[in-house]
């Protein structure tokens, strides 16, 4: 069993950046790979990030490519989003999420996911 809790989500002004953070619950976080999801008002969740047990791998979304950053501490049992250059489309609770196969590689797809938080919401101010 996982349990997450995000934090770091706030009202920012476009352009501006955000970190937010995923703790785990488990000692055996650090064999699981890990995503961050986004859904906005009226919208469907989608994938925003992704990387692997180790961090060695990551894939993101177009629409964040070389905006965001994720990364993890293992030790800390933590996953980060560093959100930069933030614009208003990018409002929307943000989810992180855990696929429990162990040493998995990236996925994009919820499904994979069996372990999610209860979402931090990002307003970004035009």
């Known amino acids: 069993q996982v349990q997450l809790v995000e934090s770091g989500g706030r009202l920012v002004q476009a352009g501006g950046s955000l970190r937010l953070s995923c703790a785990a619950s488990g000692r055996i976080f650090s064999s699981f790979a890990m995503g961050w999801f986004r859904q906005a008002p009226g919208k469907e969740r989608e994938f925003v990030a992704a990387l692997t047990w180790s961090g060695a791998a990551t894939d993101y979304a177009d629409s964040v490519k070389g905006r965001f950053t994720i990364s993890r501490d293992n030790a800390k049992n933590t996953v980060y989003l560093q959100m930069n250059s933030l614009k208003p489309e990018d409002t929307a609770v943000y989810y992180c999420?855990?696929?429990?196969?162990?040493?998995?590689?990236?996925?994009?797809?919820?499904?994979?996911?069996?372990?999610w938080g209860q979402g931090t919401q990002v307003t970004v101010s035009s």
């Open positions: 999420a855990c696929d429990p196969t162990l040493f998995g590689g990236v996925r994009k797809y919820e499904k994979a996911y069996n372990y």
